[in-house]
């Protein structure tokens, strides 16, 4: 029996950057060109079945450890992904340039892609193409910058929610 | 001629059905919902954000307010994370601690949700019932933890304090007690006319919709997808514990009360079986000396008069207690680098001082290797997962939670387009939003 991280290896072997399981989480990093592919290949393939997108999110990686680690893209979008059928998870990164930060959406696949997407573009600048709703969920449209970025101090404030210094 | 035009109706924020916290921008045909759209954020605390700028251990106070209703099982859910990252194993008896708080957290969710919606369909005396029954439980949790509420009472490699004294008694009875609320609830609800009508086949999801929108927990159970964390991918003790997962048809507001009845009671056969079970506490070894307050065995040590100074015991404030020598083995990870020092070590010799001191100044701390790691608990609404990555320093790069409600909020269109809008009370209630984890 191959695991879901072997399958995508078999399967995709161009678009993997580098795949590890630290602590038992199968990972996969691949190229934001292949993320649509593999991601219907998740779904679609009876032995895969990941019905499930438990969770999206993204990472910054700016000045990661203080500087020390240098990644090659500043961002990574995280996704989790849940098979009912099997049991089994898997996680999902790929990693986006800094300039124009831009990943295929999933929302035709998942619909619970959608609301993740928009906080994702929310808190962290990174636009979904084909998503068909993308504005801001947790903040006010209003607001500038985008808050989970590691450049947005903890401690600005904006006019509409307090005084500005 | 006539005109007919759809209305455009604004529910909330400031709506009592809404808690204060959501915007449903409705459409309106006549009484008939259209189109609904639902706004969220306005609990947003920067959760995330703040958890990046402090120690590992300093998160807990924030995970108590995601879900305030049941922060126990956040707290468990935290801990359980970046223990995984450290790649840690815990006592046993902490453990069964951990298991039996989650699960008198979720009775006091349940309960929580099932009597607010009641009221809101007119049924004051059940949810003075419920919140009576919650009261019980609540008297439990402020016993151990020492606060009812914001309790940050899990530790990283183990929990604060061991139970009390004459705690299993005290806990057989509450849940006697909640039993007999929940008879008594049940009486009231589920032969009650007015409460089946406005429940039954209102607010439906169908299976695939629910998997589709990633709705976990009791709403996805209530479609009768057989889903629970705590089954799939068993975390702490729950394989060695007899529980069913309750499972409904329909997906309806009726059944997703079923469902959460039906829980409460096996989350009380859980507490029940976990007492059984747990291993011995305290273990009175080398505890022969006085008890004495904790500024007298400061100053002492400080004095230099440390002879017999390991084996008393301090008696400290009552948010502190529990976590003493004679406690410490048996509730904490033996692991210096993660886990604080027994208080009499603290205050009565400089290494456990240093020890203190080590793990509680910035630039020192929990140093979890480089890595990253998802762990999902079952909360009350559904998965509760944390996905932490961390760059080898005292505070995480990223924390990330999977709110259950989340994806629940998302799909709530799919509940109510095509239904009445005085419909909208109960489903909301029924879908148990709750706005600190799902705004974070």
Redesign the interface.
Known sequence: MLTPLQRIQEKFPADIIETHAFRGDETVVIRAAGLKAVAGFLKETPEMDFNFLMDLTAVDYLFFAGGRIQKEFRFEVVYHFFSLKHNHRIRLKVPVDDKAPEVDTLTDLWPSANWYEREVWDMYGIKFKGHPNLKRILMYEEFQGHALRKDYPYNKRQPLIGPTY | MTQTRSMLLNVGPSHPAMHGVIRLIMELDGEKIKDVEVE??YL?R?F???C??VMYTQCFPYTDRLNYVSPLINNVGFALTVE??L?IDIPERAKYIRVIMSEISRVTDHLTCIGASAMELGSMSVFLYMIKAREFLWELVEEITGARLTISYVRIGGVKADLTEGFVDKTFQKIAEVRKVLIEADELLTRNRIFFDRMKGLGKISRE?A????ITGPFLRSTG?N?DVRK??PYLVYDKLDFEVPLGTQGDNLDRYFVRMAEMEQSLRIIEQCFQQIPDGPIAADLTGAVIPAAQMVDSAKMGQTEGLMEDEVSLDPTLQGGTKKYYDAINANRKDIVLPAKENTYGNIEGLMNHFKLVMYGHGIRPP?????F?VEGANG?L?F?I?S???DNP??V?V?PPC??I???LPKCLIGEMMADLVPTFGSVNMIAGEL??
Do not use: N
Request: proline letters at 4%; charged letters at 30%; a negative charge.
């Open positions: 969220i954020g947003h920067a995330e954000k703040m990046e700028t995984k990252l790649g919709d998997i589709a929108y990633g997808v889903y799939a991918s480089v890595g990253e790691a998802y999902p998965e997962g996905y990555v760059d080898g320093r790069w990223r990330r999977h989340f994806p909020m998302a799909a705004d974070r």
